[in-house]
């Protein structure tokens, strides 16, 4: 699976969009971006996964540049609920698939 | 949405004794089930893989004969933390695979498990 690259932290404030970037450089063509978060104590939560077309749902928006070596995770109203560390993950879609997950990045949201 | 389940979220065991902690995926049939250890402020490391009905594989490092793992069915599975020790508290957390389509499987995890060994 392609590594990934996250920026250590971020924040922003309540109410704003957190864009929340990250590189894949190396992603294969068979290769999906998915984003989960882990807020603190809490086992991680899936948020959503793209493979070239820009994704929505009810939590986020995930951008794909159309080379595919970078994507944008986007939270459009942020709230402090959403202060967690977010988890950028490449990986094929198949079954033998090991998830394992880089340092991500520690998004705080604040007031 | 597909939902996995840990018992025990949490639990304080004395140094020398051993620890079950059970994962299972509540409506849905797991193909593979994966263990992973979270120090405070570390990400989660992988500990070992799980399919049902055949031994686990352990990631380099992590001991199999001090983390047993057990998977019974397609909706369970166990690690048993033998003989702890203090070195051992951590957050466990168990993820489950789920096969959504011909081509894709998804991955769900539970809400974890805090041990902590006296």
């Known amino acids: 699976d392609a590594k990934t690259t996250q920026p250590t932290s971020m924040d922003c404030a309540e109410g704003r969009a957190a864009n929340l970037p990250c590189n894949h450089s190396?992603?294969?063509?068979?290769?999906?971006v998915y984003w989960y978060r882990q807020i603190h104590s809490q086992g991680p939560q899936y948020i959503i996964h793209?493979?070239?077309n820009n994704e929505t749902n009810e939590m986020a928006s995930l951008i794909i540049t159309e080379d595919r070596k970078s994507s944008t995770l986007i939270l459009p109203h942020a709230t402090l609920r959403d202060t967690a560390v977010y988890y950028c993950?490449?990986?094929?879609?198949?079954?033998?698939?090991?998830?394992?997950f880089g340092r991500g990045t520690s998004l705080i949201v604040h007031p | 949405g597909a939902v996995v389940s840990q018992h025990p979220s949490w639990v304080i065991c004395k140094s020398g004794t051993s620890v079950k902690i059970e994962c299972r995926s509540l409506?849905?049939?797991?193909?593979?089930m994966f263990w992973y250890r979270q120090f405070p402020k570390q990400s989660l490391m992988l500990m070992a893989t799980?399919?049902?009905?055949?031994?686990?594989?352990?990631e380099q490092g992590v001991e199999k004969d001090k983390f047993l793992i057990n998977h019974a069915s397609l909706t369970l599975s166990t690690l048993t933390v033998t003989s702890a020790h203090p070195e051992d508290s951590s957050f466990y957390i168990c993820?489950?695979?789920?096969?959504?389509?011909?081509?894709?499987?998804?991955?769900?995890f539970g809400p974890g498990t805090r041990l902590t060994v006296t």
């Open positions: 190396t992603i294969s063509g068979n290769e999906y």
């Open positions: 409506d849905f049939q797991a193909t593979t």
């Open positions: 993950i490449v990986r094929a879609s198949g079954g033998s698939y090991i998830p394992t």
């Open positions: 993820s489950a695979t789920r096969r959504g389509s011909a081509t894709s499987y998804e991955q769900y």
């Open positions: 799980s399919n049902e009905g055949s031994k686990a594989t352990y």
């Open positions: 793209g493979l070239k």
